[in-house]
Nanobody
Framework: QVQLVESGGGLVQAGGSLRVSCAASVTGFRVADMGWYRQAPGKKREFVAAITSAALTNVTDSLKGRFIISRDNLKNIVYLQMNNLKPEDTAVYYC???????????WGQGTQVTVSS
């Protein structure tokens, strides 16, 4: 029914930028909200950013000004542009989506982002 595939993770030096993408393959439903979470080693998964189908965005306060979320509704792709990256941004980044008329959260497999100091 729903498949989320992330791409674009990798290794970057502190101060650099990286963009991760997530493509949603969906049958039978329309995609509502899409977003990103991250989980660093030994820590709980935390919310990063979300965007509605109307392009309303929400970025967690600590990342505002550095992280930007956007989406392509026609292709069901969500992007996370990460700027001025810091070592503490190192984590597995997970894509999330919700569908209209469906009460579930769907997750991608995650993409590793590593920021070296």
């Amino acid at each position: 029914q729903v498949q989320l595939v992330e791409s674009g993770g990798g290794l970057v030096q502190a101060g650099g930028s990286l963009r991760v993408s997530c493509a949603a393959s969906v049958t039978g439903f329309r995609v509502a909200d899409m977003g990103w979470y991250r989980q660093a080693p030994g820590k709980k998964r935390e919310f990063v950013a979300a965007i509605t189908s109307a392009a309303l965005t929400n970025v967690t306060d600590s990342l505002k000004g550095r992280f930007i979320i956007s989406r392509d509704n026609l292709k069901n792709i969500v992007y996370l542009q990460m700027n001025n990256l810091k070592p503490e941004d190192t984590a597995v980044y997970y894509c999330n989506c919700r569908l209209y008329g469906d009460g579930h959260d769907y997750w991608g497999q995650g993409t590793q982002v590593t920021v070296s100091s």
